[in-house]
């Protein structure tokens, strides 16, 4: 085996009481994708912060290229050839994707990357997006550019600098399509030729298949296990497992076994201009209704008019059978609907609030009846209940959103959805970064809510669509695609979705 380029030995950290990690053992070689897997919670991004300088160890050694090494601050792990493209890249949307490089470089490392040649460094970035098979144009300003290509645009600003060996990708296709996470794959590989090593995070399990040489699986802030694809083909280990320690279940519920009952919400002739036209659907109680759309089909306005967070310009929205003018989220609450939205960072969570702040956000009614003691209580038993439907890791109401992991956020934004009571649930993107064993479980909350309730499931993943929902439909370019009677098949769905087109 080729001498790594990156070692963890013996890595451990701890969090005020959470022991995030302990004993890792880690190793990437040269040119290597290597997929870092793990459930909410296991310390997958605790040790990438590590390994990028953000946080630092409490013990254990890191070597890169056989020397040891101690990252005391971000530049410290550029400076030693490894860098980090974050979740969110924090690009400028109004400057070009080439000044967005630029900058990167200059904020980079300060003092220490202060000498900037600009001419050069333009040559480098269309240098090597010549190699790439993603089409690109660096001076494209970064605000019209596609989720794939900010990607690209993020992973050329990691490379910008000199001596750049390993790369760190903390899941990457979470807000891709399916065609973007191709390109981005493509990209992946050429890197690889030339001898960079790929870190990767994902919740996707297909995709270790697709594009990792070797994974390594993280369970309670330790490594559980090490191995290459082609040993996990052929011994035809379940990624699954290794994660969650046990054997996995089906992940979607049983689908509803009775008719559904009266509509409550109905949507007829929805329409916004340039995002959706003439939207009309039904979700009825009993069931649950699934709406399959690409990012930019129109999906995320339709859910945001439907929550009173954008005006409708045309059609009407009835619940229970009387037209509501929904001006406001509130609005949409009082009516009943309660919408679980997508980006929990920006829309659903007060991140340095307590969970226990958080869950009764939405229903301030049911939380602020009675005496003060009594309501107290109330709302922690129920605080409580909640999160343990939900699975939340660690089971504390104290912490503050943030410092929970981010599966684990999205969970307590579904735990306050559920607070609320409502009589028809939107969710959006509900399990973008959530692991397969919480999926199951939000799945089978959203199976349960529907019994009582009309629940609509908006997502860009057909399989979660398909999967979860009583009945189907997908947006594509702001237009409904229905199935004929016997509704949509997998295949069917995502062609609509993806095409516009309902199969012959
Ligand atoms: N700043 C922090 N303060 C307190 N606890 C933290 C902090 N950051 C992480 N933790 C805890 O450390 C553990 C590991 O979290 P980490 O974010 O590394 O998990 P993860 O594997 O990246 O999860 P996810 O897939 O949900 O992103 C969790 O129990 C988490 O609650």
């Avoid at 493209?85 to 994707?97: C, F, K, N, T, Y």
């Avoid at 600003?157 to 990457?172: F, K, S, Y």
């Avoid at 807000?175 to 973007?180: A, F, H, I, N, Y």
Wanted: with cysteine; glycine share 10%; proline share 4%.
């Amino acid at each position: 085996m080729a001498t790594p380029v990156l070692t963890a030995s013996d890595v451990s950290k701890r969090f005020g009481p959470v022991q995030a990690l302990r004993g890792v053992d880690f190793h990437v070689g040269p040119g290597e994708v290597h997929a870092l897997l793990g459930i909410n919670g296991a310390g997958k991004s605790t040790f990438i912060k590590i390994l990028s300088g953000i946080i630092q160890k409490d013990g254990g050694t890191l070597t890169v290229a056989g020397r040891e090494v101690h990252f005391r601050t971000p530049e410290d792990a550029i400076r030693a050839g490894i860098a980090t493209v974050q979740q969110h890249p924090e690009l400028v949307a109004d400057m070009s994707g080439l000044d967005n490089i630029f900058l990167g470089r200059e904020t980079a490392g300060r003092g220490l990357f202060a000498r900037i040649d600009r001419a050069a460094l333009e040559a480098r970035a269309e240098a090597l997006l010549a190699r790439f098979a993603v089409p690109l144009d660096l001076r494209q300003e970064v605000g019209q550019m596609s989720a794939v290509e900010r990607e690209a645009v993020a992973i050329l600003q990691a490379l910008a600098v000199d001596g750049i060996r390993v790369l760190i990708l903390d899941e990457p296709t979470s807000t891709l399509t399916e065609v973007e996470r191709e390109d981005l794959f493509a990209l992946m590989n050429q890197l690889k030729t030339r001898g960079i090593s790929i870190i990767y995070i994902t919740h996707q399990l297909e995709e270790v298949f697709a594009i990792a040489d070797s994974f390594s699986v993280f369970r309670a802030g330790t490594c559980v296990a090490r191995m290459s694809v082609a040993e996990a083909r052929e011994s035809r280990v379940s990624l699954a497992e290794l994660m969650l320690g046990e054997a996995v279940g089906d992940v979607f519920p049983p689908k509803a076994g009775a008719p559904a009952g009266e509509a409550l919400l109905e949507l007829e002739g929805l329409g916004r201009p340039h995002e959706f036209t003439d939207i009309s659907l039904q979700a009825r109680r009993g069931e649950i209704l699934g709406i399959f759309g690409l990012v930019g089909s129109g999906c995320d306005e339709l859910s945001k008019t439907i929550f009173g967070a954008l005006p409708a310009a045309r059609g009407t929205i009835r619940v229970h059978g009387r037209e509501v003018a929904l001006r406001s989220p509130r609005a949409a609450l009082d009516a009943g609907i309660f919408l679980v939205p997508g980006d929990r960072r920006s829309e659903g969570l007060a991140l340095s609030r307590p969970a226990l702040f958080n869950v009764p956000l939405a229903n301030l009614r049911r939380a602020s009846g009675g005496f003060w003691a009594l309501r107290r209580g109330r709302l922690r038993r129920d605080a409580q209940e909640l999160t343990r439907q939900v699975a939340l890791h660690p089971p504390s109401l104290t912490t503050p959103a943030s410092g929970f992991s981010g599966g684990n956020q999205q969970k307590i934004v579904l735990a306050k959805g559920l607070y609320s009571e409502a009589d028809i649930y939107i969710f959006v993107e509900p399990t973008v970064g959530v692991d397969i064993g919480a999926r199951a479980k939000i799945y089978a909350q959203m199976r349960a809510l529907a019994r009582t309730a009309a629940v609509v499931v908006i997502s860009s993943d057909c399989d979660e669509v398909h999967g979860v929902a009583d009945r189907t439909v997908a947006l594509h370019k702001g237009r409904l695609v229905a199935p004929g009677a016997r509704g949509f098949s997998r295949d069917d769905l995502l062609m609509a979705g993806i095409m516009g087109e309902v199969a012959a």
